[in-house]
């Protein structure tokens, strides 16, 4: 089992570079948000930012094999 806000924060503060999509197991997606940050220069984090938020407020609940998310 996954926490939510284990995923949410390191969405947060680390989702330019995937980390919380490798947590989760979405490593294909985890690895396209590290091309788009260097890409462009890091602005892709706010993809990683964004999602940290969805998941702290329930919006993405599962991990990658469809296990629910623990608070």
Known sequence: MKSKMAAGLL??????WGIHNF?????????IQIIVSICTCGLGGIWGLIEGIMILCGKINTDANGNPLID
């Open 11 to 16: 969405g947060i503060f680390l989702g330019g």
């Open 23 to 31: 947590y989760l197991g979405f490593t294909k997606k985890a690895i």
